[in-house]
């Protein structure tokens, strides 16, 4: 039975077996700076981006030898990787040297019960971890934008051995030219110009504002005529409602301020009050509503 659990299944038709060429100084450095060992991340399986879950990046594995402290990637005078110290002696395995590049997470198989029964039935009998499904690791925003990569799940193992002895594991490989930074407001934003209100708390009193644009993961807001912003710091939770112009096209977001200034501010999603209660935002949510402002003038 334990075999039986363990064994990896074909990867679904029409996915190829994880291969991998030795990626460039720029795209190793990317990899390095974004997804380093000990990084807690995000990330969605199969491209549904509506299934977001926590991971941390526990090693990499390189050339099937297991890297757990970030010292044992040697770097250059500008970040960029040149070769690994690998194995109990810890030989240098330099860059040109190296087949195969692995990224190591842990099996959070368990975390898809806390999916309603269709999220969960998307993801097929046998879970998120068949070998040669996807999975998109997103990394914390940087200057630049969201650090994104999409890998292949190579296997799921028990490790034997080392630190994480008895810990369930997945192994993935990155396709990296898939590694990219995504300015998401700019890719995604949709211009408002509606009126919205602003609540600190469910029951305060509303602020008038208006809606400047809305994108996949934000929302920004601008003054009314005549009005100002609240103070707010990074992270305050607010509520938001706008008015698409009639009681069925009204939406009530939750969310958590993201930066806030007198003449903007804007908000990270979290939730959508829908059917009588606070639900997770989903991407038919944000579809819906991007819709609506699309039409709005229509």
Same mark, same amino acid.
């Given at each position: 039975?334990?075999?039986?659990?363990?064994?990896?299944?074909?990867?679904?038709?029409?996915?190829?077996?994880?291969?991998?060429?030795?990626?460039?100084? @720029? !795209?190793? +450095?990317? &990899?390095?700076?974004?997804? #380093?060992?000990?990084?807690?991340?995000?990330?969605?399986?199969? $491209?549904? =981006?509506?299934?977001?879950?926590?991971?941390?990046?526990?090693?990499?594995?390189?050339?099937?030898?297991?890297?757990?402290?970030?010292?044992?990637?040697?770097?250059?005078?500008?970040?960029?990787?040149?070769?690994?110290?690998?194995?109990?002696?810890?030989?240098?395995?330099?860059? @040109? !040297?190296? +087949?195969? &590049?692995?990224?190591?997470? #842990?099996?959070?198989?368990?975390?898809?019960?806390?999916?309603? $029964?269709? =999220?969960?039935?998307?993801?097929?009998?046998?879970?998120?971890?068949?070998?040669?499904?996807?999975?998109?690791?997103?990394?914390?925003?940087?200057?630049?934008?969201?650090?994104?990569?999409?890998?292949?799940?190579?296997?799921?193992?028990?490790?034997?051995?080392?630190?994480?002895? @008895?810990?369930?594991?997945? &192994?993935?490989?990155?396709?990296?030219?898939?590694?990219?930074?995504a300015d998401q407001r700019k890719k995604a934003r949709v211009q408002g110009r509606i009126p919205a209100r602003l609540y600190l708390k469910e029951d305060a009193p509303a602020v008038a504002c208006l809606l400047g644009d809305f994108s996949d993961l934000s929302l920004r807001l601008v003054p009314a005529p005549g009005q100002a912003l609240p103070a707010l710091k990074p992270n305050d939770k607010v509520t938001v409602v706008l008015d698409l112009g009639d009681?069925?096209?009204?939406?009530?977001?939750?969310?958590?301020?993201?930066?806030?200034?007198?003449?903007?501010?804007?908000?990270?999603?979290?939730?959508?009050?829908?059917?009588?209660?606070?639900?997770?935002?989903?991407?038919?949510?944000?579809?819906?509503?991007?819709?609506?402002?699309?039409?709005?003038?229509?």
């Amino acid at each position: 039975m334990f075999k039986l659990l363990w064994s990896n299944p074909s990867p679904p038709k029409g996915r190829e077996e994880a291969g991998q060429a030795v990626p460039d100084g @720029d !795209r190793l +450095k990317m &990899l390095a700076e974004h997804f #380093p060992i000990g990084r807690k991340v995000r990330y969605f399986p199969e $491209y549904q =981006r509506d299934i977001v879950f926590h991971t941390i990046v526990i090693a990499w594995r390189v050339n099937d030898q297991d890297i757990y402290a970030r010292e044992a990637i040697l770097r250059d005078a500008e970040g960029a990787p040149q070769a690994f110290l690998v194995g109990e002696k810890k030989a240098r395995l330099p860059l @040109d !040297r190296v +087949k195969r &590049l692995q990224l190591m997470v #842990p099996d959070t198989t368990d975390m898809e019960r806390s999916l309603d $029964y269709i =999220r969960r039935a998307s993801l097929g009998r046998n879970g998120q971890f068949v070998r040669g499904n996807a999975i998109t690791l997103i990394a914390a925003v940087c200057r630049q934008g969201i650090p994104s990569v999409d890998t292949q799940v190579d296997s799921r193992i028990l490790m034997k051995s080392g630190p994480f002895a @008895d810990n369930q594991m997945v &192994l993935l490989s990155p396709d990296f030219d898939t590694l990219a930074i995504a300015d998401q407001r700019k890719k995604a934003r949709v211009q408002g110009r509606i009126p919205a209100r602003l609540y600190l708390k469910e029951d305060a009193p509303a602020v008038a504002c208006l809606l400047g644009d809305f994108s996949d993961l934000s929302l920004r807001l601008v003054p009314a005529p005549g009005q100002a912003l609240p103070a707010l710091k990074p992270n305050d939770k607010v509520t938001v409602v706008l008015d698409l112009g009639d009681a069925a096209s009204g939406y009530r977001l939750r969310g958590g301020v993201f930066r806030s200034a007198p003449e903007a501010c804007v908000i990270r999603l979290r939730q959508l009050y829908k059917d009588g209660d606070y639900a997770a935002l989903k991407t038919m949510d944000v579809l819906e509503i991007k819709t609506g402002l699309l039409n709005l003038h229509g």
